[in-house]
């Protein structure tokens, strides 16, 4: 379980959930206590009734059910759901889940079957693929349910239409439903740290072991106690599956706790001190446990407690003169990863593809073979347009006009809308 306000989330705290959910309320936030969805031989019906009632007592804005890996299938969700339900008592529950394994937009519809009245689905050109479900695709099978959808899904269709331009302007990926896939169930590694495994594999030449990595990640969130699968734990896996992989440990003839974590990271050590969750120090394999608490690293580890500086403090460190955006983003991510971005992480610019003249305008611009564009407006007679040369024929629709784009090498010949 992980306490989040409604706009930052957090995967672990020194103190408990419920107290965590109290600072941030003494601070005036609403928050929201997420409850995250896993498979393993301990997240069982009564796992799940426990700590929802954990969570409830905590007295939330919300309670959040995740499914951040897509792993919940319709007959889980079933005989799950009720449980969740129950146990939050008068805590309103939102339904989050990914559609990694396909299954996403069956269970939404299972939810509201059995009493979920929050959805959380993102607008294509974003929505499937790993991502939510598309919330055109929802909204339409509900109303082929009986029910009514409480959004206005009118202005969505132009953020729709405007993202897709952008996406498809800038060679972006548009969301699209994904095959189901049975071994996500065997690793549970969440789809976008697959793609960052194979790429920091193939950085070191060892591009080759991923499905090694895949089978030893199991083996690894076995070793851990069955964590849940979302950030930062799921990087924690991950990571120590590949070192395992990588120095060959687990494919010599050596006695098994000889010889696998000869190497872990320092967030690992965290893990088995509890600084993500005191769960870990209940769940982990004892023996796995005591081998990387023994290295001295682990020691130097031990005493240290988390740093709180004050805002000015953070301010005076990372520049004085930044935006509060630019400035979170510096405290959580990183210099190194902000520096990394584009423009330093500014947006681009994009010109509202809405306007049918405007695109048009635009795609003409682009075009190598013109140097100049002509266009004169006729009242109730839609437009004249002359390009200088061309040498192919485009067209332009509009709802009320329509005009012919159209150039010839020597003498342009006028078009009229």
Same mark, same amino acid.
Not at 69 to 96: C, D, Q, W
Not at 119 to 131: C, D, F, I, M, R
């Given at each position: ?5 409604? =706009? ?29 969805? $896993?498979?393993?031989? =301990? ?7 426990? +700590? ?5 007592? $905590? ?27 129950? &146990? ?22 299972? /939810? ?7 959805? @959380? ?11 939510? %479900? ?14 009514? %959808? ?11 239409? @405007? ?6 302007? &800038?060679?972006?990926?548009?969301? +699209?439903?994904?095959?189901?896939? #049975?071994?996500?169930?065997?690793? #549970? ?8 495994? =194979?790429? #920091? ?12 990595? !895949? ?6 969130? +076995? ?16 990571? #120590?599956?590949?070192? *395992?992989?990588? !120095? ?9 706790? /000889? ?52 805002? @000015? ?20 991510? /990183?210099?190194?990863?902000? *520096?990394? !971005? %584009?423009?330093?992480?500014? %947006?681009?610019?994009?010109?509202? /593809? *809405? !306007? ?29 347009? *002359? ?31």
């Amino acid at each position: 379980m992980c306490a989040s306000t409604r =706009r930052t989330h957090g995967s672990g705290f020194a103190k408990a959930p419920s107290a965590s959910i109290a600072d941030l309320k003494k601070t005036g936030m609403d928050t929201v206590a997420n409850l995250i969805y $896993s498979v393993s031989p =301990r997240h069982t019906d009564e796992y799940y009734a426990r +700590k929802a009632k954990e969570a409830a007592a $905590s007295n939330p804005w919300r309670i959040c059910f995740k499914d951040v890996g897509g792993l919940l299938t319709p007959e889980r969700a079933r005989t799950l759901i009720p449980v969740v339900l129950k &146990s939050a008592g008068k805590i309103p529950v939102e339904f989050h889940a990914h559609c990694n394994s396909g299954q996403a937009p069956l269970c939404y519809l299972e /939810g509201v079957k059995l009493g979920m009245r929050i959805l @959380h689905t993102a607008v294509p050109p974003l929505a499937n693929g790993s991502s939510q %479900p598309s919330i055109f695709n929802i909204a339409h099978n509900l109303r082929a349910l009986g029910y009514t %959808p409480m959004v206005d899904l009118k202005p969505l269709e132009a953020v729709e239409k @405007h993202f897709t331009a952008v996406a498809r302007k &800038s060679g972006l990926p548009i969301g +699209k439903p994904v095959e189901y896939d #049975q071994s996500q169930y065997l690793h #549970q590694v969440p789809g976008g740290m697959i793609s960052n495994m =194979r790429h #920091q594999l193939k950085i070191v030449g060892m591009e080759h072991k991923m499905e090694a990595a !895949l089978e030893e990640a199991a083996h690894v969130r +076995k070793d851990f106690g069955y964590p849940i699968m979302v950030t930062p734990l799921s990087q924690y896996v991950g990571t #120590q599956a590949a070192i *395992n992989v990588l !120095l060959g440990e687990r494919y010599k003839e050596v006695p098994l706790l /000889g010889e696998r974590y000869k190497e872990v990271p320092d967030q690992v050590i965290q893990y088995a001190l509890g600084f993500w969750g005191k769960e870990a120090i209940e769940v982990m394999d004892p023996d796995i446990r005591d081998k990387i608490l023994s290295r001295p690293r682990a020691k130097e580890w031990t005493q240290w407690q988390q740093p709180e500086p004050t805002l @000015h403090e953070v301010r005076q460190k990372l520049g004085v003169h930044l935006s509060d955006e630019e400035l979170i983003l510096r405290f959580f991510a /990183g210099d190194d990863y902000v *520096n990394a !971005l %584009p423009d330093g992480g500014k %947006p681009r610019e994009y010109l509202n /593809g *809405n !306007l049918p003249l405007v695109r048009l305008i635009e795609q003409l611009s682009q075009r190598k073979g013109s140097n100049q564009i002509f266009i004169a407006a006729q009242p109730a007679q839609g437009f004249e347009s *002359n390009l200088y040369p061309a040498t192919r024929l485009l067209r332009q629709d509009g709802e009320k006009n329509r005009g012919v784009a159209r150039a010839e090498k020597t003498h342009p010949r006028k078009t009229e809308g």
